[in-house]
């Protein structure tokens, strides 16, 4: 079991930057992978960024070179760095992780989230 606690969505005008940060507790591993999704009314839920356990990062196109994933040393807790915000990047962000050490933003993801919410104003 793990736990996800996501913190740091706000409002913010497009070209603004928001840190988002995900704590992750329970039986948790350095193996595991992490990722985050968005999701906004009514639109499927769309992959954001992902880093397996060996540190490797992948991006949806809609992000790359906007968005940066990172993580704390001890794997605990995760990272989006949110520069150049658009309108459309108003969602639902979502952290996910998975016991699995590598996964892509199309497969599925063991835990999830609460959310936080981002609204980017033009």
């Known amino acids: 079991q793990v736990q996800l606690v996501e913190s740091g969505g706000g409002s913010v005008q497009a070209g603004g930057s928001l840190r988002l940060s995900c704590a992750a507790s329970?039986?948790?591993?350095?193996?595991?992978?992490m990722a985050w999704f968005r999701q906004a009314p009514g639109k499927e839920r769309e992959g954001v960024a992902v880093?397996?356990?060996?540190?490797?990062?992948s991006y949806g196109d809609s992000v790359k070179g906007r968005f940066t994933i990172s993580q704390a040393n001890d794997k605990n807790t995760l990272y989006l760095q949110m520069n150049s915000l658009k309108p459309e990047d108003t969602a639902m962000y979502y952290c996910?992780?998975?016991?699995?050490?590598?996964?892509?933003?199309?497969?599925?993801?063991?835990?999830w989230g609460q959310g936080t919410q981002v609204t980017v104003s033009s």
């Open positions: 329970g039986y948790t591993y350095s193996r595991n992978c």
């Open positions: 880093i397996d356990s060996d540190g490797s990062v």
């Open positions: 996910a992780s998975d016991f699995r050490r590598k996964r892509s933003l199309g497969d599925g993801f063991t835990w």
